[in-house]
């Protein structure tokens, strides 16, 4: 398989990487930080999404936008789909199954889902038809891709309700999903300018009390620690992957008190911003 693969058209744009054990060393994710990612990574691999970090028992599909990426061991072949809001998005799209359906930014921050031997070889054929069709450069090969990459994202959708929610204590009815999609989505989209629940349960016209029963109800944390641990996160990757002072990181977060702000993060995570920044090492290890 070639190693990168591209479509541009206008403002539209896919791209199609594999990464192996020979060139794992190359991957750069700075080069993707500003598009949709769905990642087919093999069994045996390392990774650092954000600050938590990943060993792959299983062949799994990660799905990511503006997360940090790093991988740190692989040997088998992992493909990278790459793709821009303008090729393949999100409100013209169904919702479920739209880059801002439940496999990205959802509220219980689990970025992937693991494959069985049938479904690794159905995901790795729609990635083949991606390739075939990048290659071939037809006049309908923008259709074709696009059919190709809802496919993957319906198959993995199913495959993230039947693990994370109808095999766990976690029980959503269908109708309850979409509060739950559409409160990560706004949060993903105004967590720098609004950090009250009553915000959301504004936007989601419903009272700021039944927005958070509902998330108590099923045992998930509270609206008002999702949008703070949205916050926290945005801030220790700004601390850790730039140099911007922690007063404009307070700015930036939309807290004009920096003093303010170095009191939360200090009392939310044991350690004050500057603290965070000088010693910050390997965070939690997950196996997956």
């Known amino acids: 398989m070639p190693q ?3 479509f541009e058209d206008h403002y539209k744009r896919l791209g199609l990487e594999v990464f192996s054990e020979e060139n794992l060393e190359n991957f750069n994710a700075n080069r993707f930080s500003t598009d949709i990612k769905v990642f087919f990574i093999p069994s045996g691999y390392e990774l650092t999404v954000d600050f938590n970090h990943y060993k792959t028992k299983k062949p799994s599909l990660f799905f990511l ?3 940090h990426l790093n991988l740190q061991k692989g040997k ?3 493909v990278l789909l790459f793709y821009n809001r303008d090729f393949y998005c999100i409100q013209i799209h169904d919702k479920e ?3 801002d359906g439940l496999l990205f930014h959802n509220v219980f921050e689990i970025p992937f889902v693991e494959l069985d031997d049938s479904e690794t070889t159905l995901i790795k054929d729609l990635f083949q038809n991606i390739q075939d069709e990048l290659e071939w450069k037809d006049s309908s090969a923008e259709e074709m891709i696009r059919t190709y990459v809802k496919q993957i994202i ?3 959708t199913r495959k993230w309700k039947k693990q994370n929610l109808d095999n766990s204590s976690i029980r959503i009815p269908g109708s309850e999903l979409d509060i739950f999609r559409d409160f990560s989505r706004y949060l993903e989209i105004h967590f720098r300018e609004k950090h009250n629940v009553a915000e959301y349960a504004e936007m989601l016209h419903i009272a700021p009390k039944t927005l958070t029963h509902k998330f108590k109800n099923l ?3 509270s609206p008002n620690q999702l949008i703070i641990n949205r916050i926290l996160l945005e801030a220790k ?3 850790f992957y730039t140099d911007k002072p922690i007063k404009e990181i307070a700015y930036d977060l939309g807290y004009e008190d920096p003093a303010y702000f170095n009191r939360l993060f200090t009392n939310k995570t044991g350690s004050t911003p500057a ?4 010693n910050y090492s390997s965070g939690k290890k997950y196996k997956i």
Do not use: G, P
């Open 4 to 6: 990168q693969l591209i």
């Open 65 to 67: 936008t503006n997360q």
């Open 76 to 78: 088998e072949e992992s």
């Open 97 to 99: 199954v739209a880059c």
């Open 154 to 156: 319906i198959r993995a």
């Open 219 to 221: 045992h998930l944390e």
């Open 237 to 239: 990757r700004l601390l």
């Open 275 to 278: 603290n965070f920044k000088k």
